[in-house]
């Protein structure tokens, strides 16, 4: 084999690991994105909800 078939290999497969290691971040980010606790439903509770006994931690009726 001569230079340029070996620099050509080298060439296309540092684009290959280069390429499979976005794709692999991307997946990555894209599940922590998507699987993060839901912070909507974390709330602080509205004044009729507190005066009803069910607040936070709940009522213990």
């Given amino acids: 084999m001569g230079l340029v078939p070996e620099a050509a290999l080298v060439a296309v497969s ?3 690991a280069l390429l499979g ?3 692999f971040f991307s997946v990555v980010l894209v599940a922590m994105v998507s699987l993060r606790p839901a912070d909507r439903q974390i ?3 509205t004044p009729r909800e507190i005066h009803e006994g069910m607040g936070a931690l709940g009522s213990n009726n």
């Fill in 43 to 45: 709330r602080d509770p």
């Fill in 14 to 16: 540092f684009f290959g």
């Fill in 21 to 23: 290691a976005a794709a």
